[in-house]
């Protein structure tokens, strides 16, 4: 999918554990993001960032943290607080005039 | 505030019909508007954008949409569905020429043979 790779696939949280997402782009992108995707709700934002070592919140930050340490990572974290973390999972990155491009996505389900 | 309606939850047309996927919107400002199309279980894959200048916007695929100022809306249009074409299809917008999408629910085309 356009030089982003997310890992895993699937994933499977327990109740009461953080569980990270994996998001690396090998496009040389500055600005990278997260969205979560539920059925007919489309793409909310969870989590932008714009450069290395800065992001900022979207519409739906609460239970999820992320770090941008280096240019080509950007790890989402899925924490306890996250009351109702069973989605699909998406990160873009930003190119040119605009246009993001997706990963193949993390669905992340409760045990 | 920014948002996008997409009016339709699924779009039937048979192979070959022409296709049309409705998108209206509401801005604050001038809108960048964006046209996604995602495949079961795949991330999304862009379409087409339109920024500025002429209203009728060619795309991947074969696909076109037409940005109508009046009647803020940006219908995703294809003369002739093929089988192959049936997935989700979502609306964006935003009004910086960066980033902070606002994404529509999603339509999801089905292309039968």
């Known amino acids: 999918d356009g030089g982003i790779t997310q890992s895993p696939k699937y994933l499977f949280r327990k109740e009461g554990q953080n569980v990270t997402l994996s998001c690396e782009q090998n496009?040389?992108?500055?600005?990278m993001y997260w969205y979560r995707q539920d059925p007919g709700q489309g793409l909310r934002l969870i989590y932008y960032?714009?450069?290395?070592?800065?992001?900022q919140k979207g519409d739906i930050a609460e239970g999820y943290s992320v770090s941008r340490e280096k240019k080509e990572s950007f790890p989402l974290t899925v924490t306890s607080a996250q009351k109702n973390p069973t989605a699909f999972y998406l990160c873009?990155?930003?190119?040119?005039?605009?246009?993001?491009?997706f990963g193949a996505g993390t669905r992340l389900s409760v045990l | 505030a920014q948002s996008v309606a997409q009016p339709e939850d699924q779009v039937n047309v048979a192979e070959g019909n022409p296709l049309t996927v409705k998108c209206t919107y509401s801005v604050s400002g001038n809108p960048y508007l964006f046209w996604y199309v995602q495949y079961p279980n795949r991330g999304l894959q862009f379409l087409l954008k339109y920024i500025t200048g002429d209203n009728l916007v060619k795309g991947s695929y074969g696909f076109e949409a037409e940005f109508n100022k009046s009647q803020t809306s940006f219908h995703l249009k294809k003369p002739s569905a093929l089988v192959s074409d049936s997935a989700l299809y979502f609306c964006?917008?935003?009004?910086?020429?960066?980033?902070?999408?606002?994404f529509g629910a999603g339509t999801q085309v089905v292309v039968t043979p």
């Open positions: 964006a917008v935003a009004t910086d020429s960066w980033g902070k999408l606002q």
């Open positions: 960032s714009q450069i290395v070592n800065d992001f």
């Open positions: 496009l040389n992108h500055d600005a």
């Open positions: 873009a990155s930003e190119g040119t005039r605009g246009i993001q491009y």
